[in-house]
């Protein structure tokens, strides 16, 4: 096992709600474009979620890899789904994408569980 991801996921959410009291107007301000992004109608929300995932991977944040796996794994990708999606990171990101698609796959297979 790479990472206990169900584990990142707690422990992130002890610093997000951190910054949330910190600075309420700026995780206020991302919240409202959180939920802009999952708006609209012209792509579904696991759609939009396997978009975050790729980019999450090609950018190499594993918090943001833990909280897309999950949000894929909840709107009800296919591992099937996940891999292709995986193909599309790596060829964007080269290289360091293999490792961090890898760290996203077993994400994915963790939550999704």
Known sequence: MIEDWRELIENMNGGVRDLRH???DVMKSFS???????????????????IAL??????RCSPCIAYHAE?????GASREEILETMATAIYMGAGPSVMYAAHALEAFDQLAA
């Open 54 to 59: 790729a980019i999450a991977v090609a950018t």
């Open 32 to 50: 409202e474009m959180a939920r802009a992004a999952h708006g609209g109608t012209a792509l579904d929300g696991k759609t939009k979620e396997l």
């Open 22 to 24: 910190g600075a309420p």
């Open 71 to 75: 949000g894929a794994a909840k709107k």
